[in-house]
């Protein structure tokens, strides 16, 4: 079998499966289109985000047998479109589960004791105690939007605290000993912190709009390291405003190009810029499960499922 790796990942995915016996071809500077003219040729692609692998490309694809996604989503795939063709989809949720729930965690208590405000003040010579009083996040409640492999790894990380963790997802009996599985209306009304876990679909897209943020009982403190196109920043900025949510930790932001390496099409929206400038808003650029570690492991479970589905001993 033939594979074509159109992103660069770990060295081990291309070396255990040349080990495996599969013949890989490696193209990480083509377009899609100069892509689309040769991958007949092939029976597996190996991706990230690059570009979206849509109907015409699944069409010139005609001996496609699988797609590996070396990430937690599949989102930039016509998954409906590819199984109808009979193409298996993999991706690799549980290689960067662990650091997006450390990712979360930093976030969640770096916005909690205002390091990142603080840190930028001292650097400019000033001495504000009093100002950067921070709070402690035993007492309260963290309220998880999505408990799969993300927001299971989040609820992992805070059994060290003294917190009610509670979770909401379209899925039954997902709750387990490190969450309580509530409805969205008693997650609304308890949660001090709401963190995100979810993929994107047409359910997540804005998700977060005003009236979602306005049906919190109490103010919260924002976590989003899902899906940009899940908050409606404009809608979050308002409440950044108002004080309904008190803080926000934003790995991910609506303004993310599909590929997720870059941010910007063109221009400064006037909500992103507010971002940038509030103390009580911590960005990162779509880094939560980005670490050293995680680089290996999703290439692993990438290799252990091609493995598991084409090489079954």
């Known amino acids: 079998m033939k594979i074509l790796h159109i992103d660069s990942n770990h060295k081990l995915l291309l070396n255990q499966l040349n080990d495996l016996g599969f013949t890989n071809h490696q193209d990480y500077t083509a377009s899609k289109q100069e892509i689309e003219t040769k991958i007949s040729d092939y029976d597996g692609i190996i991706i990230r985000s690059r570009f979206a692998i849509d109907p015409q490309f699944l069409d010139a694809a005609k001996q496609l047998k699988f797609i590996g996604r070396v990430g937690a989503g599949l989102e930039n795939i016509d998954c409906d479109y590819a199984e109808k063709k009979g193409v298996y989809l993999i991706s690799a949720p549980e290689g960067n589960r662990n650091a997006v729930g450390e990712h979360s965690l930093g976030m969640l208590l770096s916005l909690f004791n205002k390091l990142n405000k603080a840190d930028n003040e001292v650097r400019q010579g000033k001495w504000l105690r009093e100002a950067n009083r921070g709070l402690e996040l035993d007492g309260k409640t963290v309220g998880l939007i999505g408990y799969g492999n993300m927001g299971k790894a989040f609820a992992k990380k805070l059994r060290g605290?003294?917190?009610?963790?509670?979770?909401?997802?379209?899925?039954?009996?997902?709750?387990?000993?490190?969450?309580?599985?509530?409805?969205?209306?008693?997650?609304?009304?308890?949660?001090?912190?709401?963190?995100?876990?979810?993929?994107?679909?047409?359910?997540?897209?804005?998700?977060?709009?005003?009236?979602?943020?306005?049906?919190?009982?109490?103010?919260?403190?924002?976590?989003?390291?899902?899906?940009?196109?899940?908050?409606?920043?404009?809608?979050?900025?308002?409440?950044?405003?108002?004080?309904?949510?008190?803080?926000?930790?934003?790995?991910?932001?609506?303004?993310?190009?599909?590929?997720?390496?870059?941010?910007?099409?063109?221009?400064?929206?006037?909500?992103?810029?507010?971002?940038?400038?509030?103390?009580?808003?911590?960005?990162?650029?779509?880094?939560?499960?980005?670490?050293?570690?995680?680089?290996?492991?999703?290439?692993?479970?990438?290799?252990?499922k091609i493995k598991a589905k084409f090489c079954p001993i």
């Not at 919260?220 to 899906?227: G, H, K, S, V």
């Not at 108002?242 to 909500?271: C, M, Q, T, W």
């Open 161 to 304: 605290f003294e917190v009610e963790v509670l979770c909401y997802d379209i899925k039954a009996h997902v709750g387990n000993e490190n969450c309580k599985q509530v409805s969205l209306e008693v997650l609304q009304d308890k949660s001090d912190v709401l963190s995100l876990h979810t993929p994107q679909t047409d359910l997540t897209i804005n998700m977060v709009n005003s009236e979602f943020i306005n049906n919190f009982r109490k103010p919260f403190w924002l976590i989003n390291t899902a899906r940009g196109k899940s908050v409606v920043t404009e809608d979050l900025v308002s409440a950044l405003k108002s004080g309904k949510i008190l803080g926000a930790g934003l790995d991910v932001l609506e303004y993310e190009k599909a590929s997720f390496e870059s941010l910007f099409n063109s221009g400064l929206p006037e909500a992103f810029e507010y971002l940038t400038n509030a103390n009580n808003v911590l960005l990162t650029p779509h880094v939560a499960g980005w670490t050293v570690e995680s680089k290996e492991k999703l290439a692993q479970t990438i290799v252990d």
